[in-house]
Structure formats: structure tokens, C-alpha cells
């Protein structure tokens, strides 16, 4: 099949669902208006409508993930289909658009992220300098005194005015008179940089002017809350974190924790800018970073909307199969490696909230718990659950009384024609016109009622 086509869709027709595994596919409308809807009313994609010269289905293809929501024609529109690999080439060719792009994802992440902070019931009232004292003190009190060491210093070279200066100032000497303060930093090789194990390579909440891809070992994203560290993600080689210091001025939103001998090589947006032409492979490596980052971002505030306990923990027992990437029609057994304490966690349940859904989980009979492992026997069997306790929640989806099985509804078949791209289109595409290229607004509703 052609890497570039031209399809019609009729005003109603489906131009891919919501779930979808096949996602190779990238869409750029080239006249008329799409939809974009998810079949959970209370979370708004975000951007819900896209017009001409609006590109769509980019974030799944480009992480290759099922598709987040469901795109529906709202009028008559014609739409020019890239695959994958053709869309990565034209935009390697532009670098303007590139980085538009990549500011449009940077956007999207920041405004989920934000959603997925007012849901945690910690409102970002406090300001940067007082959230950077407060990780420093916590390391301080678990005593990871290189850790913080390594966020007071980087306080009191930030605010050196700042109320909580004198306090720092105590610590760091208390720290450094008992010898116990790692004071290594990172070694310079070259134009790589080298971290020994567990040391942190910047704080959530600091300045930062650098992504950087790892050139060997691996890297701990986490996040402090309530006086406990999160742990996001591990990153191995190959790649890609701090990525959005080169298209915002805002700061880190997480911290990042050498695992193991680890050498990194720093990019700042001067530099990138050096390096595209030369090796344009790494705009790829970026939009997979990132995209990667907005979808597992996207399925937790997802989960994190439900009410009810037992949805929640049926939620994201699926959205980790989704992250595992496994098929959720497969029907063969899945090893996860987390227990029902790290489920709990994992969705911001205690158990005394939760002591009915927690015994139905563990009378489910397609799930096994085993020493900090959950199996599940048939993933299509664990979804079809997932999806009828979502019915019974709060999210607006019709449940009929009494009914005891879940329902799917499956839009109609797309009506569309397919034609070749005509010259203009060929022209238009390969000349990627930055104007063509329209950012979403930023305005983001969502319902928590």
C-alpha cells in the first residue's frame, strides 16, 4: 500500500476508533472537520474538534498504542492518509515543523498533567522554590543525603534570599560534618556526561535548559507526594527524558535518578538545532518520547476519574496491559509485576475504603496473586469486565437496571472513497507549509462532578 493516500469520509463516518491496535496510520485534513471523542463524556480529549490543515491520530501511531479516542467526520471531509515512516520523513525535512510539533506536545502533556494533579487532590498552590525546599528536606529526613544534598544546593543557588534559606544552609552543613553528603556530581567525558549509581541528574521543579538520551544504563523518573517517592518510569538506552526544557521555560515536573553506571549525552535547543540536519533520526526519537509520555498520561487520568474502587482497580489492571503492550483480545495467561499493595497505591486507594472491591479482585477467578505478581488468565476476559463496571460508573455511560453483563457499542462501518492524491496534494504535503500546521487551543474542559 501506498505511503500516501487520498480518502473521502462522509459527514458520520468513523476515520478510526477508539481501542484500535492498528495505528500506523498518521491524517492530515485536507478540507471539512473532525471529532474527536472518547467514549467516556467526562474526559475531554485535548483538542475536541480538528479542521483543515490539522494533522490527528499522530500520538498512538507515533508510540505505536491503541488509539485514545475515536476520530467521526463532522461534515463531508477530505483527508490525506500518511504512513508512519513517510509522515517521520517529510517532517525531518522541515525543521520549523518539527519543532511546532513538538511545542503542541508539550502543551498536551502540561495540560494533562495538570488534570492529573488537581485529581490528586494537591492543588500546585505552593510555589517553586518552597515544592524544591520540601523534596530537599524529605531526602533529608529518609536520609538520602546525596539527594539532598544535591536539592539544597541547587535551592540555594536558585533562592539564595529565600525564607528557608537558613534552614538549608544548617542541613547542608550538618551533612557535610557527618561525611555522609556525596558531593561526586557527574564526570565529564567528552560531550557525555557519566553518573554513577543513584545520582540525581536533575529535581522536579528546577530550571532545566537540556533533554538528554542515554547512551548506556538507565534512568529512574519519580515524583515526590505526600512524602513518599513515586517512581514514574525507567528509561534505558536509547531513550529520551527532559525533552520539554527545549520547547518550554517552565520547570522539570519530575526528577531524574541515575540506576546504574549511566552516561547521558545533553542536547539543549541551540544544539538541536546544530544536530538535526546531521542526524535527523533523533526528531523520531523525540516524538516517541513524548507522544509515549502523553498517552500513559491520558490512561491514568482516565482511571483516575472513576468513583467507584472497583472500577478503578479494574482500570488500571487494563491500562498496564496496555502499557505492556498486550493485545486486550488476547486470551492468553499475562504475568504483571506488582501485587495489590502496589495496586493500590497505583490508583490512590487504601484498603479500608476499598475492603469490598479488594475481596472481588481476589475472587475473580481470571486473576492469581502471587509474592508482589498478578496473572491474568485471558486479558479479553479482564477487559470485558473493566468496560462493564466503566458502564456502572459515574462517567454518564446508560446502565440498564439489573443488567449483569457489559455491553460494547461498535460504531458503523466508515463510509469512505479512497483516491489518489491529487498534484496540489503531493506539493502541499512534501512543502509541509509551517502555516498549514494549526495548534489546538489550550483550552481544556473537564467535568469531575
Known amino acids: 500500500m501506498s505511503d500516501l493516500r487520498k480518502n473521502s469520509f462522509k459527514r458520520g463516518a468513523y476515520i478510526f476508533v477508539e481501542g ?48 485514545l479516542q475515536s476520530a467521526i467526520a463532522r461534515r463531508d471531509t477530505e483527508i490525506l492518509t500518511f504512513k508512519k515512516p513517510k509522515f517521520i520523513e517529510l517532517v525531518q525535512k522541515n525543521r520549523d515543523i518539527a519543532f511546532k510539533i513538538i511545542r503542541t506536545f508539550a502543551n498536551e502533556l502540561r495540560a494533562y498533567d495538570d488534570m492529573m ?6 492543588p500546585d498552590i505552593l510555589s517553586d522554590d518552597v515544592r524544591l525546599f520540601t ?33 538549608a544552609r544548617k542541613v547542608l552543613s550538618e551533612i557535610k560534618n557527618s561525611g555522609r553528603q556525596d558531593s561526586s ?21 528546577e530550571p532545566g535548559d537540556d533533554l538528554f538520551i542515554i547512551k548506556e544504563g538507565k534512568v529512574k523518573i519519580v515524583k515526590v507526594r505526600d512524602e513518599t517517592e513515586i517512581m514514574l518510569s525507567v528509561l534505558k538506552t ?44 533523533i526528531i523520531h526519537t523525540i516524538f516517541m518520547a513524548i507522544s509515549q509520555r502523553i498517552w500513559f498520561t491520558s490512561i491514568q487520568l482516565e482511571s483516575k476519574l472513576y468513583k467507584k474502587p472497583i472500577t478503578r482497580l479494574y482500570a488500571s489492571v487494563e491500562n498496564r496491559l496496555r502499557e505492556e503492550r498486550i493485545s486486550l483480545k488476547s486470551t492468553k495467561p499475562v504475568s504483571l509485576n506488582f501485587g495489590i ?24 477467578p481470571n486473576l492469581n496473586f502471587n509474592f508482589g505478581q498478578i496473572t491474568v488468565e485471558a486479558p479479553c476476559n479482564l477487559s470485558a469486565k473493566a468496560k462493564y463496571y466503566r458502564s456502572r460508573d459515574h462517567l454518564g455511560i446508560a446502565e440498564e437496571e439489573g443488567k449483569t453483563e457489559a455491553t460494547e457499542y461498535t460504531p458503523p462501518a466508515p ?9 496540489q496534494a503531493e506539493e502541499r504535503i512534501l512543502g509541509l507549509d509551517i502555516d498549514d500546521l494549526r495548534i489546538p487551543s489550550d483550552d481544556i474542559p473537564i467535568d469531575l462532578d
Open 20 to 67: 484500535d491496535e492498528d495505528v500506523d496510520d498518521i491524517y492530515l485534513i485536507e478540507s471539512g472537520e473532525v471529532e474527536l471523542k472518547s467514549v467516556y463524556e467526562k474526559i475531554h480529549p485535548y483538542r475536541s474538534i480538528a479542521g483543515e490543515g490539522e494533522i490527528i491520530g499522530f500520538i498512538s501511531s507515533l508510540c505505536n498504542r491503541p488509539r
Open 117 to 122: 494533579l488537581s485529581l490528586s487532590g494537591d
Open 135 to 167: 523534596i530537599g528536606m524529605y531526602y533529608y529526613r529518609i536520609e538520602n543525603h546525596a539527594h539532598a544534598s544535591y536539592v539544597l544546593n541547587r535551592y540555594l543557588q536558585l533562592y539564595p534570599a529565600s525564607e528557608n534559606g537558613e534552614t
Open 185 to 205: 556530581g557527574h564526570i565529564q567525558e567528552g560531550v557525555y556526561r557519566v553518573y554513577s549509581d543513584k545520582q540525581m541528574i536533575f529535581c522536579e521543579h
Open 238 to 281: 536509547g531513550d529520551i527524558f527532559g525533552e520539554l526544557a527545549i520547547v518550554s521555560d517552565k520547570p522539570r515536573n519530575a526528577s531524574a535518578i541515575s540506576w546504574g553506571k549511566t552516561t547521558l549525552l545533553p542536547i539543549n535547543k541551540d544544539t538541536l538545532k546544530v544536530i538535526l540536519p546531521r542526524s535527523p533520526n
Open 341 to 364: 499493595d502496589e495496586l493500590l497505591k497505583m490508583t490512590g486507594i487504601t484498603p479500608a475504603t476499598a475492603a469490598d472491591a479488594i475481596d472481588s479482585l481476589l475472587k475473580d
Open 415 to 423: 463510509e469512505e472513497m479512497e483516491t489518489a492524491p491529487s498534484a
